[in-house]
């Protein structure tokens, strides 16, 4: 195991251990209902500087057109959410699935479009080769894991929807805009990780 590897995994069960962590529940959900299940991969490059892989939607597609994403989907029947997710980033970006190492399931989080994400945290090689998928992939990046993981800049945005104003959690970084259910669980993920704070103690 990698140094960055144990730290993560550290940082994972102590902050899964405790109960008095503020995860967010999005405001935009319905207490009741069928949610489709899915799940995305929070990939960590192991690197001396990690980031997390995220990608953008081609603006043709059906839903999430041109957003900024973890990789990710439904989960197929007979699957576990790990192993969709490891699937679906495979499938979208070309990750060799005996590169990824799963360190565990993150916060499950209800969209308003009656979608059940459950995040799946892992590290991957930091010179993984990704090789995106033209239709489901538009676009991708990796941001550093020490920016995404800042509560400094987590913050929320007004957004125009219709006729009204609302609020909405988002992370900019170097001129792309990650915003709604995946700022969502990222905020979780560092709100459980307390990277910022675990670093500079």
Known sequence: M??????LTQMYEA?????????????????????????????ITDRPDPGVL????????????????????????????IEAAVREAHEEMGID???????????MLRTGT?????????LVPGDITITPNPAEVSDWFEAPLRHVLDPANHVEDPY??????????TIHWNGHCIWGSTAMV????????????????
């Open 15 to 43: 902050g899964h251990a405790r109960s008095d962590i503020d995860v967010i529940v999005n405001p935009w959900s319905q207490a009741e209902g069928h949610y489709r299940p899915s799940a995305v991969l929070a990939a």
């Open 97 to 107: 699935p005996a590169a990824v190492r799963v360190i565990g399931p993150g916060d």
């Open 54 to 81: 995220l990608l953008y939607r081609p603006k043709t597609m059906r839903s999430h057109a041109g957003e900024v994403v973890l990789p990710g989907g439904k989960v197929d029947p007979g699957e576990t959410f």
């Open 114 to 122: 009656m979608y059940q994400i459950n995040p799946v945290l892992a």
């Open 160 to 169: 125009v929807f219709g006729e009204k104003t609302v609020h909405v959690w």
């Open 186 to 201: 990222l905020i979780n993920l560092a709100r459980r990780l307390n990277w910022t704070g675990a670093r500079a103690g």
């Open 2 to 7: 990698t140094d960055l590897h144990d730290r």
